[in-house]
């Protein structure tokens, strides 16, 4: 059995470093293509310059961040009885540093592929497709590698050093590590990208009546910054995060028997981590069908993404029945991991259904555009709250059916096969912003017609991916934090009771309970609220900045003298990194605030007002809270901004008319909606999830009904 | 005992046939009023008639949808073993005709005081504040003194008649009739006032360039219609509601026993019924403190109105006190119904706070309309979005306090102590809308500018009242229905162990609890995205009618011909009533649906699946998200509406700057938010609240964990 065990994580630790060498190669075939004239490398230096300083800047707050949680957590290992494992520390640090490179590497490469897609583009549509994706595919295959890399180690150390529920108890905090980069990188990140992107059009567009991507604008380079920031290494860190914790979730499911038959335990341990592997071998291998040939359509480059894709679905679901019939886990368990697969990729298509303009929920709202912005508005915020319902549909089947099949532990399973594949979804994901940077870059340079013609084509299809991307983030979000949900009563009752597979039952009507549900339903309000001002606030001190280089140097509009590119990066990074700080406090704040509120009232008063009751009903609250709100939002703010593109193409009248105006307005109050506000509660909700998986053991002394 | 049981019901009837004749005197009263020229008197019967016609047409649609549901209540009891009573369908008739009743004299005297109030402010300022308060106590009264006159005969009725949990189970029904009538009242009310609303400004203010409430808008009477039919009628059905049920839950859980000692069982019964009793007195008493000199300032209106208020809770609170001693109930009872009254009275302020343009979160949002109007609506959204944290966090101390002083009864009387001044806070409520109306009608009749400038006064006055009016609607109807499910659960239990208090304990894990929290959490987004598109599409229908008059009435501009008032009239309320279908009858269905799915699947695999605890999650599910969405729009609508009139009173550049049109796209947004969307969401939590205990026998025989 031991053999088995470690044979599995042999298996998982071969395909991460095969996916290592793998996106190593790719990132050194992307750099070895042409980067241009000269003047196309200035400005991708400058991008890079920007964006390194943004990640230098991240991570300096990270560092502050890790140690502090780092100490906290050997503090708590050392109290005796505390329960809590002094190896956990250790796995905090590892999902940091894992989630924090791959996020480096990530950028890294998305920073030098914009100008190479660019000046692809200049010899043809395909060339400049292969090299944009091939940066998105680095990110996706060294997000997955290092994640399970590390889950694998040390999943191995501590199963040879540790009793099993301890083992696992540590792993968490392998996602927990994850999770304090995420709350940065999606968060800050989110922040950065939208101030400068709404500040850059506030005075450029609006004001100085200069085109987009136009070099003249002081922001242009901080905006261009942002798309990386807040889109290759947000959405990577995010999902980096989901998928580590499913994993995870799984394993300690297995391991404390929930919904498996005993003699299942290790069959069941290895089963994700086995999935997981094959499906970075799979997804590394389906990146190669992504390609196009020159005349194609928009149409012709989605279904190359899509054949990419669904072809790595396919396999990793047969390689899901291979596996699970083979480690004798049984139908009931490969139908849970199925059912997650099946509907990550549903909840795909509802969301692009409500968000791409192919379809008629986002032309009707681009039509009434006609009736003025504040149709616009109640359309699209009507459209957003109409979305909520397929996805719930679609988590609520995948929820019954995984439980019905294989308990909590299919539940989890459900998670990992929804994110089986996100080695090539996060590559199509990824792509977006480097094709996006790579418009903007031929505008910048001045490149030729047919260059910006193609590199708007691949954009295009970035939005599309971005959309769907949204959608599957969040659903698999939920997903993940029902999985840690689930570990972390089943930990609270497992190690409280010992009694295994015991179920935590709680009367609904606790007010303590009650009370955990409302205060986690008004954390992503809360939440969003912060982010959506934090947007505001940031976009205005670039506003000021950049009016304050049009008055001042000498110039600049007529395109004789070169803006300050860099005070607008300096103070996009600023304010990013210092508006996040009151969320993400918050965030993890408060369930560690309710866990000791409820260790300090086990013998007294305080314990009628707030127990381990309250941190249940708290992630209950805020799940079902924060799923609503993001993917209204996202959808809201996805169906603005292709609504407005479509007014751009030439329908109603085009870019300049009233429709047009009107549309705008619904695509600003979309972007912090899409980009900002609504992905951050995907960290939220994974958050609040694995601080209370991680600090389970401590509440194990309390008494919990 | 049931000599206290008697007793107390007779001060009870005493109290409501008192308040009852009140408000017959008041009305009287209001009738005797001057009804100024015949202009007004000509435009104020075009109201009138508007006014008929839309009760005339509601009430034959809820006379089918309580016909069908009396027909299937009358089956359910005739089934045997099924649990019910075949008086629940009695009391379900009476509980329709009682807030029929109450919107009915309510509607009929606000379409009459309008034009009075009108011709009293041409003499003064204070004789107009008297005539439309008196109008607004008429409706308070009326609805308090009805809600309590059929709880109290019924209750008596029942007592007689039948074992107390069955007595209990059937008065139920009342409620659930209530409900009935508020379906149609607010949400159809909702989509008529705002469709009017919405429709009236963009043709008459946009297109034809003439002021609002101008005789010349083919929709003016509409519009005026619509402040009767949804701030008055509507409003009224929903606290009409709110009030039954906190009743009705307070006596059903003293009967079961939850939370009071077994020979408390009596006292507890009757408690409820004698502090509404106290509290409509009261109320009616502190209506002639509203009253105010000839130079009165803003303030001083304000002022005048809430020495009524306060004095009015002031004066329920020591009655609860005496009452509470007085029945040996002990302090923890009459600390749970204090603490709901103190915070009845914390919400109203914190939603001022939020929505009045004497705080900082309106003048900065009025001050954000600089930055055009994307940036009011994202401020707006995120103010909305923050300020859920207030209501939340009262709601959440007032049930911990309640709950741990006493129990699930406090939880009910807490809800009920919110409730107990509702006499006078309705008033209070109802009373902006008569001076909205008179405004309207001062203007059209040409009436001299100071009548207009004190119309002006009482009617901005009525904005105040109205936000906070409906930030107290909505914490009592979360209150309303936590006490609703409170009894719902120990209905459940109580009849399935008979066990008396009971506790639910459910796996919190298990996915059909699961299942019906996601499913609870989209049915509100679902319901305000139905609302919202519905004003949307019946503005669309109104605007084409307008443009239509325009078009071809010759003379109209000119004010040469008059419009056709009736038409426009004719279309709002035939799209209201059809609008509010889809949404009214999900809130209907779904509930039912699930438990009659629970009821197939007891012996079979269709119970994996559903169950008695998926419509538990539904109901926790639902109020939880229903309560921060309502919260969330309500105030960012009442937010807008504020900025902008900020801005008209001078701010910012005043009527017509940018600034102004900035604002005035958050206004339009916001309308539908707070005046439909979100008011209809109060009667989504309590419906499904209450229908589940109304079929909670059913259910009784199904396994519940």
């Known amino acids: 059995m031991e053999f088995l065990l470690s044979s599995a994580n042999g298996i998982a630790l071969a395909a991460s470093l095969v996916g290592i060498g793998f996106a190593a190669y790719q990132l050194r075939w992307v750099i070895s293509q042409e980067s241009g004239n000269d003047r196309m490398r200035q400005i991708a230096s400058a991008i890079q310059r920007g964006a390194q300083a943004f990640l230098r800047r991240e991570y300096r707050a990270v560092v502050v961040l890790v140690a502090v949680v780092t100490l906290l957590l050997i503090v708590l290992g050392l109290i005796p009885g505390s329960g809590m494992s002094l190896w956990t520390p250790i796995a905090f640090v590892s999902g940091a540093l894992a989630s924090g490179l791959a996020g480096y590497i990530g950028m890294y490469t998305a ?19 292969r090299v944009a994706f091939a940066s998105g595919t680095v990110m996706g295959t060294t997000v997955v590698s290092l994640a399970l890399l590390g889950i694998s180690l040390l999943f191995l150390l501590f199963a040879s050093q540790l009793p099993a529920r301890e083992a696992v ?52 380079i901080a905006d261009n910054v942002g798309d990386n ?107 849970a991991t199925l059912s997650g697969l099946v509907g990550g990729v549903l909840i795909g298509y509802f969301t692009e259904y409500f968000t791409a303009d192919s379809y008629r929920p986002t032309q009707q709202l681009s039509e009434s555009a006609n009736g003025g912005p ?12 109409f979305s909520t319902v397929a996805p719930v549909v679609i988590v609520v089947v995948v929820t019954l059916i995984s439980a019905a099949t294989g308990g909590l532990y299919g539940v989890a399973m459900a998670a990992v096969g929804m994110l089986a594949t996100l080695g090539i979804t996060l590559a199509t994901d990824a792509y977006g912003p480097v094709a996006d940077n790579a418009g903007g870059i031929a505008e910048m340079a001045g490149l030729g017609k047919e260059v910006r013609t193609r590199t708007d084509a691949l954009d295009s299809l970035g939005n599309t991916t971005a959309a769907t991307g949204k959608g599957f983030a969040i659903g698999s979000a939920a997903m993940t934090a029902l999985a840690l949900n689930a570990a972390f009563v089943t930990a609270l009752m497992g190690a409280s009771a010992d009694a295994g597979a015991a179920i935590l039952r709680i009367d609904v009507l606790d007010p303590r309970f009650i009370t955990g549900l409302f205060l986690g339903a008004v954390l992503p309000y809360l939440f969003s609220a912060l982010a959506m001002l934090a947007v505001g606030n940031a976009a205005q001190r670039i506003v000021e900045e950049v009016r304050r280089q049009f008055r001042e140097i000498s110039g600049l509009m007529e395109g004789k003298a070169e803006p300050d590119y860099e005070t607008c990066v300096g103070i996009s990074t600023d304010s990013a990194i210092r508006q996040m700080i009151l969320p993400g406090l918050i965030a993890v704040v408060v369930p560690i605030a309710v866990a000791v ?21 708290m992630l209950i609250g805020a799940l079902v809270s924060a799923f609503m709100l993001a993917v209204m939002m996202a959808n809201a703010g996805g169906a603005w901004d292709n609504a407005k593109k479509r007014i751009e193409a030439g329908h109603l009248g085009g870019k300049g008319s009233d429709a047009h105006k009107a549309a705008v307005v619904g695509d600003t109050v979309g972007d912090p909606f899409k980009d900002t506000a609504g992905p951050s509660l995907n960290i939220l909700l994974k958050l609040l999830a694995i601080v209370a998986l991680v600090i389970a053991p401590l509440l194990a002394t309390t008494p919990l009904v």
């Open 111 to 129: 920073v030098r592929a914009n100008v190479r897609t660019a000046q692809a583009a200049s010899k043809s549509l395909n060339s400049g497709l």
């Open 374 to 385: 504040a149709i616009v508005i109640i359309r699209g915020l009507a459209l957003g709250m």
């Open 597 to 617: 509120l409820s260790l300090i009232g086990r013998d007294n008063i305080i314990g009628q007002f707030v127990g381990p009751t309250t941190l249940v009903g």
């Open 229 to 335: 920031v807040g889109d290759v290494a947000g959405m990577g860190s995010d999902l980096f995060e989901s998928y580590a914790s499913s994993i995870i979730a799984a394993i300690t499911l297995a391991t404390l028997g929930a919904g498996l038959a005993p003699d299942k335990t290790l069959a069941g341990q290895v089963f994700p981590v086995l999935v997981a592997a094959v499906g970075i071998l799979i997804s590394m291998g389906c990146t190669f069908l992504v390609r196009t040939q020159e005349s194609a359509t928009q149409e012709m480059l989605l279904g190359s993404l899509r054949r990419g894709v669904y072809t790595a679905s396919a396999l990793v679901a047969l390689a899901v029945v291979v596996l699970g019939l083979a480690l004798d886990l049984g139908w009931n368990v490969v139908i």
């Open 169 to 220: 108890s540590a792993l968490a905090g392998f996602g927990f590590g994850g999770t304090s980069i995420a709350i940065f990188a999606r968060v800050g990140g989110g922040i950065y990208t939208k101030a400068a992107d709404v500040g850059a059009d506030l005075v450029g567009k609006t004001e100085a009546g200069i085109p987009e991507d136009d070099p003249r604008n002081p922001a242009v």
